[in-house]
């Protein structure tokens, strides 16, 4: 019997690693945010975009690397890199390029900017990506579900992740509690008549 639980534990074990070499390594963390309309990711290569391009029709790319930070873990993106995807999608025709350089925790003229373009019904299908796909890519999706969806904030912030919990998105963390506080156009707009 302990023989046959530590076999089941070391099958999820591998199927959850190869799962995240997976995501991570082949399909650059891509996921649909909501079908036909918006997806995130991280670094896709230059020379697989138009894969990617062509088979979620996707018309705009929001790169949200920041290149140029001391912080070389959650932004280790190069500014050759972003020239690069840069060429390689004004090669795709009809497809939009937006660079909005932002933060882990986005400032309000980013969050501006990419509202600009999400508002914009000619820009989708959108990506959104940043460098993993898994900080940035994951916080303006969110901004995406709540502005766009009329998503609860805490609902937003809990679906970024399996697991919220112990992530940078909970409670308690920067992420967490940026996208907790965060308040949408629309209750503006409520609290700016009452």
Not at 166 to 188: I, T, V
Request: glycine share 6%; hydrophobic share 30%; aromatic share 10%.
């Amino acid at each position: 019997m302990k023989k046959k639980i530590g076999l089941l534990v070391l099958l999820i074990v591998v199927a959850g690693v190869g799962k995240y070499v997976y995501d991570m390594n082949i399909n650059h963390n891509f996921e649909t945010i909501t079908e036909g309309k918006v997806y995130k990711s991280g670094v896709i290569p230059p020379d697989e975009i138009e894969s990617y391009v062509k088979k979620y029709n996707i018309k705009s790319i929001v790169d949200l690397r920041m290149p140029g930070t001391n912080d070389l873990v959650l932004n280790p993106e190069q500014p050759g890199e972003l020239q690069q995807e840069k060429e390689a999608v004004a090669k795709i025709k009809g497809v939009n390029y937006y660079s909005n350089p932002s933060d882990q925790v986005p400032t309000q003229d980013k969050v501006d900017s990419f509202l600009k373009i999400m508002d914009n019904p000619d820009n989708y299908p959108v990506l959104i990506h940043c460098y993993h796909g898994t900080g940035r890519a994951e916080m303006y999706s969110a901004l995406y579900r709540i502005e766009y969806e009329d998503a609860d904030r805490d609902d937003a912030r809990e679906r970024t992740r399996f697991l919220t919990k112990w992530s940078s998105f909970d409670l308690g963390k920067p992420k967490g509690d940026y996208l907790h506080a965060y308040e949408s156009r629309k209750e503006k707009a409520k609290l700016a008549t009452k």
